[in-house]
């Protein structure tokens, strides 16, 4: 059943070849879903250390319709950045937190952390189902386990997470159904 959502999935994002990173979070479910936040972490594959992470939450939350919605974060100017200034996303996501520490971050501008996060990659995205999370929600995306992961199941949903990548374009993509 995974590999099936999966190739679903693959049909839908590989449509979109001109964008070389790419954030999607499609919502098949019935119920509306709110993102709370979007994170970033370092490329492990590039540099070492845990910091900076950027995280989106400080804008307001974003609702992704039921049945058919979708939220993408994209930017084909740069084949190698996270797209923290996505000027085609609605809602544009105009600030990030800067987390520099555990006790330490600033609010930077999208096109601040564009330059900033250069070495950034997708960590996770912070998403509730139904008004509040009254159906449940979690932490999807590249780490495991509890409510946080690949995959979650909760109240009439279940949400998945993988990355697609050929060459240079890599496609974070999380689907609720």
């Known amino acids: 059943m995974k590999n099936l959502i999966l190739t679903i999935v693959l049909c839908l994002g590989g449509t979109i070849g001109y964008s070389q990173k790419a954030f999607y979070f499609y919502n098949f479910s019935s119920y509306n879903v709110e993102i709370g936040g979007v994170v970033t972490m370092p490329d492990p594959a590039t540099i070492g250390g845990t910091y900076p992470f950027y995280d989106s939450s400080v804008s307001s939350l974003i609702t992704v319709p039921a049945g058919t919605g979708v939220y993408t974060l994209e930017n084909n100017t740069n ?99």
């Open 79 to 177: 084949i190698y950045r996270f797209p923290f200034n996505s000027p085609a996303s609605s809602p544009y996501i105009a600030d990030w937190y800067r987390i520099t520490g555990p006790f330490t971050l600033a609010i930077v501008p999208s096109n601040a952390a564009w330059v900033l996060g250069a070495d950034q990659v997708f960590h996770y995205v912070k998403f509730q189902v139904g008004t509040t999370g009254i159906y449940g929600g979690g932490n999807l995306g590249e780490f495991g386990g509890g409510s946080q992961g690949d995959y979650i199941q909760g109240n009439g949903w279940i949400a998945i997470y993988s990355t697609f990548q050929s060459g240079t374009y890599i496609e974070y993509t999380c689907v609720i159904f």
